[in-house]
């Protein structure tokens, strides 16, 4: 083969693989990268079959494109690198959308959301309060206990500053300190409650009734959940975004949410 011909065969190759990657979701398949060990997100057994939150937008997804579903199961942290790698289409595992990460990826419009909530001792004048405005009024001058790096340490510190704040670095130690009485109030998301208030330190204590949302505070607490795919592909977005739009409206992510989380994790579509 001559040298011409060789380098004919290699382009015409590489022309192949761009139109296959490219027409993938013409040919009934979309491809999803996830992690597959992020229990309720997203769970895959033995045979990789996967279930949980992310598994269900991903079915929805294909079933408002009307493609199939097929799930690659790899870590969380090498999905990016293999998505570039052309191993999948999109990536749909949680994926927070970050500033740093739209460096290397395309998003779909934000859909999900983990609520954040404070959490206080059944009988504290807090318990039924209302709004965030009256949380932070009350809290001035409380103790007031957050996981120290989170998204969430930094939403307290920009929105409650008369709390006297005491960081931990890790959600045990803030739950201990709770339980032993050690604090007027602690702050985190929703599933971390979930698990504290359905254990024997946790009885005597509840959720005020004010979530916390991305939307309320995008600057410190980031924009949600999104799908992640390679940088520009604008049709594939538009797609992405009509589908997720629908499921939003029709409530379809407000279900999965409940059945998996017991919470209402959806972020409105704006589009």
């Known amino acids: 083969m001559s040298t011409i011909t060789k380098l004919r065969s290699v382009l015409a190759s590489g022309l192949f693989l761009v139109s296959a ?7 009934g398949v979309l491809r999803i990268g996830t992690e597959g060990d992020a229990p309720l997100f997203s769970m895959a057994d033995a045979d990789g079959n996967v279930t949980g939150f ?32 052309d191993r999948f ?10 500033a740093e ?13 983990t609520p ?26 409380k103790s007031l206990g957050v996981v120290t790096g989170t998204t969430y340490a930094k939403f307290i510190q920009k929105h409650v500053p008369g709390a006297d704040l005491k960081t931990y670095d890790a959600t045990t130690q803030q739950t201990a300190d709770l ?15 979930a698990d504290f208030l359905a254990t024997p330190d946790g009885t005597g204590f509840t959720r005020v009734n004010v979530k916390i949302m991305a939307m309320d505070d995008p600057a410190s607490l980031g924009h949600g959940m999104g799908v992640g795919m390679r940088k520009g592909n604008a049709e594939l977005k538009a797609k992405l975004d009509a589908a997720l739009c629908k499921m939003i409206t029709e409530g379809k992510v407000k279900n999965a949410s409940l059945h998996w989380f017991k919470d209402d994790y959806t972020i409105p579509c704006t589009k």
């Open 21 to 27: 990657a490219a027409s993938h979701a013409e040919e």
């Open 54 to 85: 992310d598994a269900d937008i991903a079915n929805g997804i294909c079933a408002e494109l009307k493609l199939k579903c097929k799930f690659v199961v790899q870590s969380f942290s090498t999905l990016v690198p293999s998505m570039d790698s």
């Open 116 to 141: 954040l909530y404070f959490v206080v001792a059944k009988d504290s004048l807090l318990a039924g309060l209302k709004s965030l405005d009256e949380i932070v009024k009350a809290l001035d001058g």
């Open 89 to 98: 289409d999109v990536i749909i595992s949680g994926l927070g959308i970050t």
């Open 179 to 193: 339980a032993a009485g050690r604090l007027d109030a602690a702050f985190g998301d929703s599933p971390t409650w």
């Open 101 to 113: 990460r739209q460096k290397k990826v395309d998003y779909s419009i934000p859909y999900a959301t």
